[in-house]
């Protein structure tokens, strides 16, 4: 028969290798607080948590509601350029389209615009790793081995920068150009290349084939809005897991006439078709839309609050239902 032995307090002349210390937090002498659940206090959190979610959610679904939002597709207006860029003999030929629209009543407060498409799977595992982030932070231009392939060097060697499909099918439509990106991804996960000059950084490199410009004048006229580091082109690099998304591309500038918002009238898209989408039977459109205080146009979280809310509702009343049927049984017992 075996001996039992306890562990004692050190002072006691217990082992010291075999007892913790003497501390309240090793022996488990702490102040503690145990909630005792009563059908009170379960039923009182479910019909609690049910009110402040529906509460909540009907606020954001409200507030969605009420938000401005017009809409052009433009694929069909623009189907002859689509084609024309189909053809990779035509890539160095631009093609240009015009779209007009009438927005019966004023959006007022601040416009933002968007480009959307549908049927284009970003998401695709070959096109999410169609990148080189070694090259986004400026730590070396000429790619030689990567991801980035067919869109690595033209036939000729020259290295495409950015490459990648994704750099390459980027969407661009020409309201305000900056502050629409992540200010994670336009301070810390791309940068230019180091040099003088920012043409001599890209010099032995060549634009991708859908683009008009080489990387370092996406935008001419803002020098702190070039090459990688280019709002337009760091909010299309984050890729969307959906086929069918929308992201952010400006702002329109609140002067002049445009000092409350967007007036009513007819308004002209000018458009510079690069990017083909008939080929997939994908769509194009923009979205001029306004904000509210629980930000864009997106029901989601409305909706999942009024879900959380509802459900939380629902078991409050099976509970209670299963408690007055089990105190009716008990009571029948014992009389």
């Known amino acids: 028969m075996k001996n039992k032995t306890s562990c004692l307090p050190r002072e006691a002349g217990a082992h010291p290798s075999r007892c913790p210390d003497n501390s309240a937090f090793k022996q488990q002498r702490l102040p503690a607080w145990k909630p005792q659940l009563t059908i009170a206090t379960v039923l009182s959190s479910f019909f609690l948590t049910g009110a402040f979610c529906l509460s909540v959610g009907i606020c954001l679904i409200l507030s969605t509601n009420s938000i401005r939002e017009f809409q052009i597709n433009y694929s069909n207006e623009c189907s002859e350029c689509s084609k024309l860029r189909e053809n990779t003999s035509n890539w160095n030929k631009e093609c240009h389209c015009s ?23 970003q998401n695709h595992r070959r096109y999410v790793i169609s990148r080189s982030d070694a090259q986004l932070l400026g730590q070396n231009v ?54 003088y000059n920012l043409s001599s950084a890209f010099e032995g490199t060549a634009r991708p084939p859908y683009w008009q410009k080489p990387v370092y004048l996406l935008d001419e006229e803002e020098e702190r809005n070039n090459g990688y580091v280019n709002d337009d082109f760091i909010i299309w690099m984050r890729v969307s897991a959906f086929a069918t998304f929308r992201n952010l591309y400006r702002r329109v500038e609140r002067v002049r006439q445009f000092v409350d918002g967007l007036p009513a009238g007819n308004y002209t898209f000018h ?39 509802t459900a939380a509702t629902l078991m409050g009343f099976v509970i209670t239902a299963i408690h007055l049927k089990l105190r009716k049984k008990k009571t029948y017992f014992q009389k």
């Open 99 to 121: 779209v007009n629209f009438t927005l019966k009543e004023d959006m007022l407060g601040d416009v933002f615009m968007y480009y959307g498409l549908q049927n284009f799977y």
């Open 142 to 195: 000429n790619i030689e081995k990567s991801y980035c392939s067919p869109f690595a060097t033209y036939q000729n060697g020259t290295p495409i920068a950015p490459c990648g499909a994704i750099a390459n099918s980027m969407f661009n439509v020409p309201l305000l150009k900056t502050g629409n990106s992540w200010w994670t991804d336009k301070n810390v996960k791309f940068r230019n290349p180091v040099s």
């Open 271 to 309: 458009i510079s078709y690069n990017f083909p989408v008939t080929k997939f039977k994908g769509r194009k459109h923009v979205i001029l839309s306004t904000v509210v205080w629980s930000g864009g146009s997106n029901p989601f979280l409305g909706i999942a609050y009024v879900v959380t809310g």
